[in-house]
């Protein structure tokens, strides 16, 4: 078992730049991949980034490509999200999402984070 808590979600203005944060524990030294989706209000959950946990290979979201940065700390089992120019079209709760060796697809989510983009 993973257990997986975001932090650092908020209120940014248009612009801006945000960093929201998941810290892992438990069976840590399973996991294969790391990742962060959204859900904005009425619509489906979506994929934003993802980062293989051994060698940092990342894979990102068009609609965030040059504005978001996916990390981590492998020895603080800690994911990160940089964002920045943020649009009010990013608002959403942000959840983190881990895999492992063991798991299905996406086996293991947060309880997610609100982050809010002013105009």
């Known amino acids: 078992q993973v257990q997986l808590v975001e932090y650092g979600g908020g209120l940014v203005q248009a612009g801006g730049s945000l960093r929201v944060s998941c810290v892992a524990s438990?069976?840590?030294?399973?996991?294969?991949?790391m990742g962060w989706f959204r859900q904005a209000p009425g619509k489906a959950r979506e994929f934003v980034a993802a980062i293989a946990w051994s060698d940092g290979n990342t894979v990102y979201a068009d609609s965030v490509k040059a504005r978001f940065t996916i990390s981590r700390d492998n020895a603080k089992n800690t994911l990160f999200l940089q964002m920045n120019s943020l649009k009010p079209e990013d608002t959403a709760v942000y959840y983190c999402?881990?895999?492992?060796?063991?798991?299905?697809?996406?086996?293991?989510w947060g309880q997610g984070t609100q982050v809010t983009v002013s105009s």
């Open positions: 999402s881990g895999e492992t060796m063991y798991s299905s697809t996406w086996g293991y």
């Open positions: 438990g069976r840590t030294l399973s996991i294969v991949r």
